[in-house]
């Protein structure tokens, strides 16, 4: 069973737009939150990493919403681009990582 | 240059045999880990390991074995291959648990027939 939920599965967004991607935990235990970006081919590569004591992490166009109460965790691209096109995965950390199942993101021209 | 390169890239291989695949860090990063990769489930964590002789079992370790002795190399062996082993497996490594896996290989994709 999933440990960290992630939707959409899929996402298209017009270029320019902003695209938004959700995960939701129950363990209270996840100490430490990343989101990684997979191209076709290869392997994940870290982007973003938040910890449950702040709200907010941004960085370049990209930005992590934190909701503590609700176990909540949400990435943010803004100016969305082609090049953003790929697969994102969130994750939550105790003693191990579990990852979200993922979302195939396509940022149209 | 550096960085972590799993060899190979592709193998089909027929159930019941041994194969093993292999994982080079350049890094001297302490800690390593085995990930698999199927739709729908993300990634899941095989085996991992903190240094040299010291691994530890994942999420979904059956049917896999692991060694490390040498920091730089951390080989998974599937010793009678089923076909609910076909996948992706990715390699990563870390220099301490505190921010997970940071660099990942660019996977082996396995198939078992």
């Known amino acids: 069973q999933q440990q960290v939920k992630q939707s959409p599965q899929s996402l298209i967004v017009q270029k320019g737009g902003i695209s938004i991607i959700n995960c939701a935990y129950e363990?209270?235990?996840?100490?430490?939150f990343p989101w990684y970006q997979q191209f076709p081919g290869k392997g994940p590569a870290l982007l973003i990493a938040i910890r449950p004591d702040v709200s907010e992490k941004k960085e370049g166009r990209f930005t992590i919403s934190f909701n503590k109460s609700a176990k909540q965790f949400s990435l943010h691209i803004m100016d969305s681009q082609p090049g953003d096109s790929a697969t994102y995965f969130c994750a939550a950390r105790t003693n191990d990582m579990r990852f979200g199942a993922g979302t195939r993101l396509t940022v149209k021209p | 240059d550096a960085g972590i390169t799993q060899s190979p890239r592709y193998k089909i291989t027929e159930t019941g045999r041994q194969v093993t695949l292999m994982c080079h860090q350049t890094w001297s990063h302490s800690y390593m880990f085995w990930y698999r990769q199927d739709l729908g489930h993300g990634l899941r964590l095989i085996y991992y390991s903190a240094a040299a002789d010291i691994t530890d079992k994942g999420e979904v370790p059956d049917g896999y074995v692991v060694s490390r002795s040498k920091t730089e190399n951390f080989p998974l062996t599937l010793e009678s291959a089923t076909r609910s082993q076909t996948s992706v497996y990715f390699c990563?490594?870390?220099?301490?648990?505190?921010?997970?896996?940071?660099?990942f290989g660019d996977g082996t994709r396995l198939s078992i027939l």
């Open positions: 990563a490594s870390s220099p301490g648990t505190g921010a997970g896996p940071q660099h």
């Open positions: 363990n209270t235990a996840f100490d430490y």
